[in-house]
């Protein structure tokens, strides 16, 4: 397996981040076991250093796991725009999958409800019909029957049991095998629910956690905060972005031959940042071979409801794993979902959730009292997950507006899919896979040797230069590959598809302007 | 210093988590380094024990921190109380700062500025004047301002710049010193904010963090979480609770000798569970103490508004060390703020936040992109943060009926708590100190002999025995003073002064009758 220097983000900023390199299949960091300007804490019962030139909080004297720990999505590029933006550029955000920040309308429905809960004066109004329909009136007073107190009081610490039971059904209908709202966990977003699994597994530096590479940095950045070891294991580019089960194999008998015991494996469905969705049969080798290895699930399904592709509709591991029965559908799996992405793109609610499936009762327990430190998760973005698993029926007077709404948002979601695609296809020396599901595009940058020169002399990854001439000449902010992860020698770049239809006709031949003049003077 | 047992949160739940003793000024866990099932990960290359029994995440192969994590509030009591309710017994929540769960009303204002910010549609509907006072339309307009995209768009990582700034303002006001809104971070609640500080300082379990005792378990479970080290320092019971500096240099020289490097001093005021003020004189102490030390100072200011004795007004951390001037106001500092208490209690919104002051400019980034990973604090949450600190001004349509609301809370909480000490006081064998101030009475039980040789029968610890008994007999549920630390032979119990006037005093009369019977058994 080849390795290969990434995760190129040295900023200012980041400049006291250590130097970090990647290797797919091997470890993402290379660890300085212990602090390097510390005594050896093992046989020798002076304190560690406190401070230096008078801080205790200095830089150089922080948990060595947080000053390690990289985040691309808001990494160097991001910041050079806020620059450029507060320059008075206009800005692109095409970084981050924050669809209402580029002019995605929430759903009426969903927000009708919501304020309606957040003013219990309002809803009893004489006049409130006047300026809400009858449906969502009723919807807010069923919401608050799971919150005793209101929005403003503390919920469970699992989140509210009648949200649960609402996500547990509206599991149950989706994949056919039922769902326990006691496995449930709802989170501050599913960022959140992801880390309080990483935290459980992560024991030491010996526990290794499977990734996709190329990945999303949330799962890099946690755990190397937990302080366990990344084992990255390739997606197939040429085919799709595909998992590959041999080379996971072989990702996994390289880490266990280095004392790792890998402990699970994460896998983006949709992915992200590739737009893959997987077949059924790929859930199922996966699975098996989780199975075999006596490996955890750790399945990322946030992206379920954006599909673009009728021949790839979303699966569920859960569903599948069901459907083969005993003994894999006794696997340990832990999937994520949240209200950020689909129709709704409620990133700012923070809304998210973990379904626990065959895992160890007291291990549930343990989940559950460490959520029970942060006290409980925020009750808006609980009741946002309530309404998305169960939007109004058929005859419900926002029923109709509903449905348009949300499919609209999809459809258009599809259309921008096959544009964003097609533009990158139609470059010289690019070329992109067809974004199936999730929000992005993640190109392939075949660069001239010319250019890769420049970005040496510039001291920066090349895809991570690009992108900055990229941003400076179009105001396009996007993600470099480096900051997923890829294979040596191959550079990307992620763009999200966000950008509204009559905004982004304008980015995709912005861009291609800029690459085709790049072209011109590195080609 | 005495060594006691403590933190006795053994129930069916909790029985997998190790055994923990607590030492005020010592240890707060006898630690088992690495992990006694596995082979030591030096000198082995064989990975760790990876799965037993078939289940990776079996609760004897999860992070050993977390599993050794206890959390008292939502503990043993609270688990038998939540049975107990569905059963159909009335429970009285008094084990949480929890208001609005028991009947404790939203301010009006601020529900309807969050109603409106929730749908833009709303906003601008043409009737919205009948149902909106025109201050919250205009605030609701200003708020929207912060969040480009909405309340569904991620902000910025730290939380949106206009709330910060707001917040800046607000804090300038109030101590007459500048406050800077890049060194103020928004998280969901101020629990996160408290974690990010303690995640950055603990590098190992040879750093230690000084915490109260007692204190909010919230330091306890995240030092255990985060694998440092508690170093405990009693509050004197006899003098109110205020903290003895001689006393807390004994504990750091006591960790310095056992090898630990002290970073941080954690103090709660006004005081959880205890609920003191400190005095003006009392913070000068602990600045100075500080600055000779070299430890980075923890300001839990949560209930800075919950104020109940006028001879002992609060006073910020931040304001006592910039009236001192050099070199004590450039001591390193973190304080923290929520939405969740004073008369806001708007808990179930999550809107904290952290101020950091003199805290070296490259670890301000090092927090921001920790931040980052999750994205972005819930919108809401920080909208809430706005409004508590820029509230309607004199002339606004709104300002008289929310100023009533606000002070008639703060007024009735003064009464209740003056009720429930003086309900606590009146009992045989129970002294109470005055709660100056948050939500909490926190009386010390003198349990008789035969008492305790009950609960030693019973195999629980004095206090979380009479909870529970008291629990039982009157549906009161309450936290015993072991979860929160205690001088050895001291018992005590902690109960919120939040139930409303109506319900304390039945809910004393029931406690005073509950303990006369008790005496009468076991005097």
Request: net charge negative; glycine share 8%; proline share 6%.
């Amino acid at each position: 397996m080849s390795l290969r220097r990434g995760l190129e983000q040295r900023s200012a900023l980041w400049a006291l981040c250590r130097s970090v390199s990647v290797a797919a299949g091997g470890p993402l960091t290379q660890r300085t076991h212990g602090f390097a300007s510390l005594p050896d804490p093992i046989g020798d019962d002076s304190p560690p250093q406190n401070s230096k030139n008078g801080k205790v909080l200095h830089p150089d004297l922080l948990n060595e796991n947080l000053v390690r720990a990289e985040y691309a999505v808001r990494g160097e590029l991001y910041l050079r725009g806020e620059e450029l933006r507060k320059q008075g550029k206009e800005i692109i955000f095409t970084n981050v999958g924050n669809p209402h920040v580029l002019g995605q309308k929430p759903l009426t429905f969903n927000r009708q409800v919501l304020s309606l809960i957040a003013s219990p004066a309002l809803l009893e109004h004489p006049e409130v019909g006047r300026l809400f329909p009858s449906d969502a009136i009723a919807r807010a007073k069923q919401v608050l029957t799971y919150f005793p107190g209101g929005m403003g009081a503390y919920s469970d610490s699992r989140g509210a049991e009648g949200v649960r039971k609402e996500i547990a059904e509206f599991i149950s209908k989706r994949d056919g095998y039922p769902s326990n709202p006691n496995n449930i966990f709802l989170t501050d977003g599913a960022s959140p629910a992801v880390r309080y699994i990483l935290n459980a597994i992560i024991r030491s530096d010996k526990d290794g956690i499977l990734v996709p590479v190329p990945q999303y940095p949330l799962y890099s950045a946690s755990i190397q905060l937990y302080g366990g070891e990344l084992v990255g294991y390739n997606l197939k580019e040429e085919t799709g972005w595909s998992m590959d089960i041999a080379d996971v194999k072989k990702s996994v008998d390289d880490a266990r031959a280095r004392g790792i015991a890998v402990r699970a494996l994460v896998f983006i469905n949709p992915g992200n940042p590739t737009g893959q969705c997987l077949s059924y049969q790929n859930l199922e080798d996966i699975i098996k071979f989780a199975h075999e290895e006596n490996i955890v699930l750790m399945a990322d399904e946030v992206y379920q409801t954006n599909i673009f592709q009728d021949e790839r509709p979303f699966v569920s591991c859960k569903k599948v794993m069901m459907d083969m029965g005993a003994p894999y559908s006794e696997q340990e799996l832990v999937s994520f979902h949240t209200i950020s992405k689909g129709a709704l793109g409620e990133c700012g609610m923070r809304g998210g959730m973990l379904e626990a499936t065959n895992i160890h009762p007291d291990t549930i327990d343990q989940l559950y009292k460490i959520a029970s430190i942060n006290l409980s998760p925020n009750t808006f973005g609980q009741a946002g997950l309530a309404l998305m698993v169960n939007p109004p029926k058929e005859g419900d007077p926002s029923h109709e507006q509903h449905e348009a709404e949300a499919a609209g948002i999809i459809a258009s979601m599809r259309r921008r899919a096959r544009m964003m695609t097609d533009g990158f296809n139609a470059c010289e020396g690019i070329t992109c896979n067809y974004t199936e599901g999730a929000m992005y595009s993640f190109p392939r940058l075949n660069l001239p040797p010319k250019a890769l020169q420049a970005a040496k002399k510039a001291g920066k990854a090349p895809d991570t230069w690009y992108c900055l001439k990229l941003l400076d000449a179009t105001g396009v902010l996007t993600v470099p590959g480096s900051g997923f992860g890829q294979e040596e020698g191959t550079f990307h770049l992620r763009t999200t598809i966000l950008p509204q239809e009559d905004k982004i006709k304008d980015v995709i031949a912005s861009f291609q302007k800029f690459h085709a003049s790049f072209m011109d003077e590195y080609r």
